[in-house]
Structure formats: C-alpha cells, structure tokens
C-alpha cells in the first residue's frame, strides 16, 4: 500500500497511519478552538490502565497572551520553526493513579506509556483535520514544570506543535531537504514471537 506522500507498508494498514508524519513547515494560521478541543476529544479515548487517564495537554493558541510563554520553552533549533504552527502543546503525565478499590494513590508504572498513546490518537486526528502534529524533546523541561505550573508527581513528557503544513520553502535550506515523510524499520527488526532471538 502507497498514499500520496510515497510511503509504503509491507503489510496492510489504514492509510491514516502513513499520510501522519512530523513536518516542521506549518503555514502559520490560527486554529480555532473548537479544533483544539477536537484534539483533546480524541486523545481523550485512548486506553490506559485501570482507567487512570494520566495525561495531562497544556496548550497555547497562536496569537494569544499564552503563546509566547510555550514558544518561549524550546530550544532555539525548533522555536526556528515551531514559531509558524497554530498550537503548542506541552505533554505531561500523573505518575500516580487510584485503581479501583483504593483509597490512596499509588505509582502508575505506565503513565508514560499511557500518555504515549493519547498523544498518538491526538496526532491521528490532527491528520484527519488536514493538520500536522510534531513532537519534540528539544526544550527546557525543568522550565515548563515551574513555568507551566506542573504539580509534583507529574512528569513533562514532550512538547507538540500542531498546525496546516505549509510549503517547505519557508525552512532553512537544510532544513527544506529534511521536510518529507521519513520511512520505518521493517517490522522484523522490533516483532519477534516467542521473545527475543538468542544471540
């Protein structure tokens, strides 16, 4: 199977997860809020264990008093860029939960993975909108935990930006090169039935 953007599976899948990639040209228009909760409607309904839910999206809209101080949390490579998109994002997840018949929380061990998940059903509905979500390591996570006001037990996980791709002209020469759906190991080299092959 091939889409538009020339990636190919091996195997078949829904084309909704190869036409999702991570661009960095966005076109710069503001998105409405009604968009944005969309978003969250989607990540919303990801699974997690016990039910905990533990993710947590703080988010500014461009062209609002909040979108300097979430701009102003990345490095200066992916401010570079992340400056055109629509939305910034900054991922968080509760390392504790209450599972059923408890009275006091205790440590989730997947809330990590947990948050993985509904970032990744946020990042396929922002591609079935006509957007693009692009998530990064590259910022101050020490600041957005004081900054964004991130309660103790919690974790920063990534920062997002979301957006219309726009034409890869507006990049950096070499950055321009770099702008296009990047491909994957072949499912052989992360699958293994029966656990991992002797060495």
Same mark, same amino acid.
């Given at each position: 199977?091939?889409?538009?953007?020339?990636?190919?599976?091996?195997?078949?899948?829904?084309?909704?997860?190869?036409?999702?990639?991570?661009?960095?040209?966005?076109?710069?228009?503001?998105?409405?809020?009604?968009?944005?909760?969309?978003?969250?409607?989607?990540?919303?309904?990801?699974?997690?264990?016990?039910?905990?839910?533990?993710?947590?999206?703080?988010?500014?809209?461009?062209?609002?008093?909040?979108?300097?101080? @979430?701009?102003?949390?990345?490095?200066?490579?992916?401010?570079?860029?992340?400056?055109?998109?629509?939305?910034?994002?900054?991922?968080?997840?509760?390392?504790?939960?209450?599972?059923?018949?408890?009275?006091?929380?205790?440590?989730?061990?997947?809330?990590? @993975?947990?948050?993985?998940?509904?970032?990744?059903?946020?990042?396929?509905?922002?591609?079935?909108?006509?957007?693009?979500?692009?998530?990064?390591?590259?910022?101050?996570?020490?600041?957005? @935990?004081?900054?964004?006001?991130?309660?103790?037990?919690?974790?920063?996980?990534?920062?997002?930006?979301?957006?219309?791709?726009?034409?890869?002209?507006?990049?950096?020469?070499?950055?321009?090169?770099?702008?296009?759906?990047?491909?994957?190991?072949?499912?052989?080299?992360?699958?293994?039935?029966?656990? @991992?092959?002797?060495?």
């Amino acid at each position: 199977m091939t889409t538009a953007n020339s990636r190919t599976a091996d195997h078949p899948i829904d084309p909704s997860f190869l036409n999702r990639w991570s661009p960095r040209a966005f076109d710069g228009q503001p998105i409405s809020e009604a968009d944005v909760l969309t978003l969250f409607e989607a990540a919303r309904w990801a699974p997690s264990s016990y039910n905990s839910q533990p993710w947590r999206f703080l988010y500014a809209r461009r062209d609002t008093p909040q979108w300097t101080t @979430f701009l102003d949390l990345l490095n200066p490579f992916n401010r570079s860029w992340a400056e055109r998109a629509s939305l910034l994002i900054v991922a968080v997840s509760n390392s504790l939960m209450l599972p059923p018949g408890k009275d006091k929380p205790v440590p989730s061990h997947s809330h990590s @993975f947990d948050a993985g998940a509904a970032w990744a059903s946020l990042a396929l509905q922002a591609s079935h909108m006509g957007l693009q979500a692009h998530a990064m390591v590259g910022f101050d996570l020490d600041a957005a @935990f004081s900054t964004l006001n991130v309660p103790e037990g919690h974790r920063v996980e990534a920062a997002i930006a979301v957006g219309r791709p726009g034409d890869k002209s507006i990049l950096p020469e070499a950055m321009q090169a770099r702008e296009q759906p990047n491909g994957r190991n072949p499912v052989s080299a992360f699958a293994f039935e029966g656990g @991992f092959p002797s060495k």
